[in-house]
């Protein structure tokens, strides 16, 4: 089960097969709980052989079925031959993880078989296993019998105890093996000459082995049942639950988008199940999860985009994500942890190494973009439902992330928001959304340090303030709509004035620590599309400037320019491509009636789609050019996270675009301005959820135009596309 290509998730339980996205510098599949391993081996053998898988298919988000023939194999009665018992394992995520087995004989006599399960949970911190230094880690305790089954366990440095069941419906002779520490735990140190101490990792425990073994006498066409049951005991004792989903992993509670695009409802097939399946419920609420294998976890900046990307689906799930990240805002300041009164986390974690310090993630802050970004989606997802308790309920939460913003994001007083490069913390040395130590440098390849203003992130200020006073006015609040829409047109004009490169018609990436403007041509302004900044004018001068092969490569649009010193199309944020990413740069072309690139845009992230079984798109893949022929695929990226969120997301944020939806805040009508591609006559949205009532948008291609359709309660008007 565990040596297979597999990813289940049932709300905050997954489980990780042999992946192709690990990264680690350990085998990193396993069964994990809140940032604990509860599962590192399960393995099935028949007569001491290992099983033939024939194939593994997933049945949904929180289930596979995977079916397996025997080896050659002695039985009693002479020569079992290969592929005459069949072992089908239906593996099931809820509470609990269940494997259901079924062993069937189709040989044409009876055959003895000695079916063992051997299994063993390390219980280490996800962190540990990442590769994360440790001074010190906790021990292994024995495993003890229980009803059915046997109980494995681990008592952390801080003496918490945690661990795993694993539990059988059939009789099984057990045996087990005691827990070997390496050493006492804890880690050596050594002096290197002219350098401080350097902790050497312990190495890792080595968990005891459970061996459950099943006498199977099959008469010939026989079958035999078992069900195993794996069940967490995570540290904390807070018991798991089932996250519900229909049949297929369709969750009920987002609206879906069918279109008359064969392939692209097959992606959007996915990315609805995958956006169901990272939806998880942590101690503050439920939000989605950024990504498999790695960060099941509430993370700031990729919630934060899933929400916009995704409000015309799951407002609701928009406004949980509002409420989990402002009970998670700072009230202080914490060096260590980057904390600051009024700013959004980056990412909260609750495993031993976080309840221990280890890591500052309790939560941690060290980032610059998430507090603006809380606010773009305040803003739109209040415009959206119309929503009069989450206005009250969180525009202190807001005032609060203003403060921050104009306060201790803005620390040199310069009206544009920086961080501080190379801060302590968890190690992240850029703190926008490409936050690689060496994702910043300058034209001629110098690396950025000291105080850096992103050029996106002041995009994502400007669209705060400008969305956020136009709810202000529509719930009557003049004088502060009035004064958060002259700060909006203040950085407006700053950021053409500084940012804007003339003779290369694009923005330069950042200002520096002296404000002298990074001139690398990224993908990081396109994001200013999506915010509505530039002027029509010079959006059409990117629009053009993305066009180019230096930056779009035929999959979507690099994250850094071909002939770019730094460039590198195997790098994670220089030169690769990301979803994400292109659908803001894609979405905000539409909203600019430049329409031609986005649609490019979409047709490259359709291609790249092909390449997957499941037609789902990564996290990112690597930038290299696109060969135009029947069959190219991208070149996948090695460790990138999949399913991933706001990859999942993309897709539904371009035809978000294609239909210019927008919400009119002081109307509370729905504006709908279509621009579909060629080929694509027909979308709708089904069960859509506007100001607090259903129904559904069907817009269709009609000779030189669009009709535009609902059912149910929602109103919707059209409007010319404009910027502003």
């Known amino acids: 089960m565990l040596d297979l290509n597999l990813v289940l998730k049932s709300d905050e339980l997954y ?95 009876a055959v003895a078989l000695d079916l063992a399960i051997e299994a063993s949970a390390d219980l280490r911190d996800l962190f540990d296993i990442r590769g994360f230094n440790r001074a010190k880690r906790g021990t292994l305790v024995a495993p003890t019998p229980i009803a059915g089954g046997i109980r494995l366990g681990y008592r952390a440095v801080d003496g918490v105890l945690s661990g795993t069941e694993i539990t059988f419906d059939q009789p099984a002779r057990l045996s087990v093996s005691e827990p070997r520490d390496e050493g006492d735990g804890a880690g050596s140190t050594e002096l290197l000459p002219g350098q401080d101490p350097v902790t050497v990792r312990p190495p890792a425990p080595v968990p005891p ?102 409000l015309h689906l799951a407002p609701h799930r928009a406004a949980g994500t509002l409420r989990v990240l402002a009970a998670l805002q700072g009230d202080a300041e914490d060096a260590h942890r980057e904390e600051e009164p009024g700013k959004i986390p980056h990412e909260v974690r609750y495993g031993e190494m976080a309840r221990l310090r280890e890591i500052p993630h309790t939560p941690y802050y060290g980032t610059v973009d998430a507090t603006p970004l809380w606010l773009m989606l305040f803003a739109d997802t209040v415009a959206w439902t119309g929503d009069a308790a989450l206005y009250r309920d969180l525009c202190p939460n807001a005032e609060r992330a203003l403060d921050w913003i104009e306060r201790y994001g803005d620390g040199d007083g310069d009206g544009f928001v920086e961080y501080r490069s190379g801060r302590m913390g968890a190690g992240i040395s850029h703190q926008g959304w490409k936050d690689s130590h060496d994702s910043l440098h300058h034209a001629d390849g110098t690396p950025v340090s000291g105080a850096i203003a992103l050029v996106e992130v002041q995009g994502y200020v400007y669209a705060a303030y400008a969305r956020l006073a136009a709810v202000a006015a529509a719930f009557g609040d003049a004088a502060w709509a009035a004064d958060l829409a002259a700060k909006a047109e203040t950085m407006r004009a700053r950021v053409e004035d500084r940012f804007w490169l003339e003779p290369e018609g694009f923005y330069a990436q950042a200002l520096d620590d002296s404000k002298a403007p990074v001139a690398a041509i990224s993908s990081n302004p396109g994001h200013l599309l ?54 803001l740069i894609a979405h905000g072309l539409l909203r600019y009636g430049l329409s031609s690139q986005a649609h490019a845009i979409l047709d490259a992230l359709l291609a790249a789609s092909r390449a997957d079984p499941l037609a789902r798109l990564p996290e990112l893949y690597c930038g290299f050019a696109r060969n135009w022929v029947k069959g190219d695929t991208p070149v996948a990226y090695p460790v990138s996270c999949s399913p991933q969120a706001w990859a999942a997301a993309a897709v539904p944020l371009i035809v978000s675009g294609l239909l210019g939806l927008r919400m009119d805040p002081a109307r509370g009508v729905l504006v709908v301005d279509p621009d579909l591609p060629p080929g694509m006559a027909e979308i709708a949205i089904q069960g859509m959820e506007i100001r607090g009532q259903r129904g559904s948008l069907i817009v269709r291609r009609q000779y030189d135009g669009y009709a535009v359709s609902t059912d149910g309660p929602i109103e919707a008007t059209t409007q010319g596309r404009g910027a502003h």
């Open 530 to 583: 999506y915010c509505g900044l530039p002027s029509q004018e010079r959006a059409a001068r990117m629009a053009e400037r993305f066009r180019r092969q230096d930056l779009d490569c035929g999959w979507g649009i690099r994250t850094l320019a071909e002939g770019m010193p730094t460039y590198n199309p195997m790098s994670y944020h220089n030169g690769s491509v990301w979803p994400h990413d292109n659908s």
């Open 209 to 310: 082995l459970a061996v459950a073994t099943f006498r199977i006498e099959l008469p010939a066409k026989g079958a035999w049942e078992m069900t195993a049951t794996v069940r967490p005991l995570p540290a904390d004792g807070v018991p798991v639950s089932a996250a519900p989903t229909l049949t297929g992993g369709r969750s009920n509670d987002a609206a879906t988008i069918v279109t008359d695009h064969h392939a692209l409802n097959r992606l959007l097939d996915q990315c609805h199940a995958d956006l169901s399946a990272l939806q998880t419920s942590f101690p503050e609420g439920s939000l989605p999860a950024a990504g498999i294998p790695w960060y099941v976890a509430p993370f700031g900046r990729d919630s934060l985009i899933v929400g916009l990307q995704t």
């Open 15 to 109: 489980l990780a097969g042999e992946i192709s996205t690990d990264g680690s510098g350990e085998r990193a599949t396993g069964l994990y709980l809140r940032d604990t391993r509860h599962l590192n081996r399960f393995e099935t053998t028949l007569n001491g052989q290992p099983l033939a898988t024939l194939s593994a298919r997933r049945l949904g988000p929180a289930a596979a079925v995977v079916t397996s023939g025997n080896a050659m194999l002695d039985g009693a009665d002479g020569p079992v031959f290969p592929n005459t018992v069949a072992v089908e394992q239906v593996i099931t995520l809820g509470a609990d993880l269940e494997v259901r087995y079924l062993v069937r004989n189709f040989s044409g006599h």
